[in-house]
Nanobody
Framework: QVQLVESGGGLVQAGGSLRLSCAAS????????MGWYRQAPEKQRELVARITSTGDTNYADSVKGRFTISRDNAKNTVFLEMNSLKPEDTDVYYC?????????????WGQGTQVTVSS
């Protein structure tokens, strides 16, 4: 059974920083892309940042220059460093990973972590 466990969310003032972490565990053969998405109530989940197994990254335009995604392949962990946070960054952030196990290849999601930015 694969699990993605997120940590690092919380409450921060505008202009502050937070670092999210997401660790994948279980009988994992390989992980391709890992990423972070966010979702506000009654809105669609949107991509924040994504990183491939070789380190290629892409970001939503709204976070370019402020957020940095990275990963530790040895620990099956992905990070999101969020700087210069704005109130509009307030959302539930979800970790996503494209994981291959003995059952095959599948997208997995974390449980979500709340990020709240106060003005």
């Amino acid at each position: 059974q694969v699990q993605l466990v997120e940590s690092g969310g919380g409450l921060v003032q505008a202009g502050g920083s937070l670092r999210l972490s997401c660790a994948a565990s279980g009988r994992i053969f390989s992980i391709k892309a890992m990423g972070w998405y966010r979702q506000a109530p009654e809105k669609q989940r949107e991509l924040v940042a994504r990183i491939t197994s070789t380190g290629d990254t892409n970001y939503a335009d709204s976070v370019k220059g402020r957020f940095t995604i990275s990963r530790d392949n040895a620990k099956n962990t992905v990070f999101l460093e969020m700087n210069s946070l704005k109130p509009e960054d307030t959302d539930v952030y979800y970790c996503n990973a494209d994981i291959t196990t003995w059952l095959g290849r599948k997208d997995y999601w974390g449980q979500g972590t709340q990020v709240t930015v106060s003005s």
